[in-house]
């Protein structure tokens, strides 16, 4: 047995109950939600995966970390679109990004119960995300590639801090030319492009897109929707060299 499957034993051997008592009581719920205060969050997708493929439904593992909830959501294939349910539940939600059967989020630690709520309605409802472009996601601006500059982070700072009702800015740009895909985790379950924006190179990381990485390949023109906010770590690091920092990717496509 692995350090990692140690260290996971006793969290999935809390929540399997758990999860089983909250799919008898909740039979027609699109997606789960099982928290557990003693979980890091580096367990939660990996707990996530099991208890999805246990209950063959979609479910969410959440852990706790100083007011601020940290979850992963994992769907078979004939369970929710994750980034559906992370549509819906808006502006609840600090940050979020993923693929159908693979995401993960961040929230205020209160959200929780509301987060539940939305999650067990029928689709569509309890949303507060409002039109757009795209079913389910707010666009707060289409940006041409050429104004893709570390620039930016003087927009960031006058709309930040973000959280529950104050969510991340989110653009789309079109065009943009991959200069370079490559995938990481442990699993290689996560996807990192090199996006030629002209002046800048900007790394664009895709939580849980590994597995449709093949889709897109170095000279391919691409359409990104992402956010711009504090970085995951925590700080923002300032370009050098024409790269820029990296942002999150909430979806990505082959230009038309």
């Keep these: 047995m692995d350090a990692d499957e140690e260290r996971r034993r006793p969290h999935g051997n809390r929540l399997v109950p758990a999860a089983r008592r909250l799919a008898g009581a909740h039979p027609d719920a699109r997606c789960l939600v099982v928290d557990d205060p003693e979980l890091t969050r580096g367990l939660t997708g990996p707990l ?3 208890l999805s493929r246990f209950l063959h439904r979609s479910v ?3 852990a706790y970390d100083d007011g601020v909830i940290s979850g992963s959501i994992r769907s078979p294939d004939d369970g929710a679109d994750a980034l559906q349910l992370l549509a819906e539940a808006g502006s609840l939600l600090a940050t979020r990004g993923g693929h159908r059967s693979a995401a993960g989020f961040a929230a205020p630690a209160r959200a929780l119960a509301e987060l539940r709520r939305r999650w067990s309605s029928l689709p569509g409802t309890g949303s507060d ?3 757009g472009d795209e ?3 707010v666009l707060d601006a289409e940006l041409p590639a050429q ?12 709309v930040e801090p973000t959280g529950m009702d104050n969510g991340p800015l ?4 079109r065009g943009l030319r991959v200069a370079d895909v490559s995938l990481f985790g ?3 379950e996560h996807c990192k492009l090199l996006l030629d924006a002209g002046a800048y190179r900007w790394p664009a990381l895709h939580w ?4 449709t990485a093949g889709e897109i390949v170095p000279g391919d023109l691409v359409d990104v929707v992402y956010r711009l906010g504090t970085e995951l770590c925590g700080r923002r690091a300032p370009a050098a060299h024409g790269r820029a920092r990296p942002v999150p990717m909430m979806d990505v496509a082959a230009t038309v």
């Design 208 to 211: 849980g897109a590994g597995s």
């Design 170 to 173: 989110v653009f789309r740009t």
């Design 129 to 131: 995300t409002g039109g």
């Design 60 to 62: 969410a593992v959440v």
């Design 147 to 158: 104004e893709l500059t570390p620039e930016l982070d003087r927009l960031i700072t006058a």
């Design 135 to 137: 079913p389910g996601r």
């Design 186 to 188: 442990r699993g290689s």
């Design 48 to 50: 996530a995966y099991r």
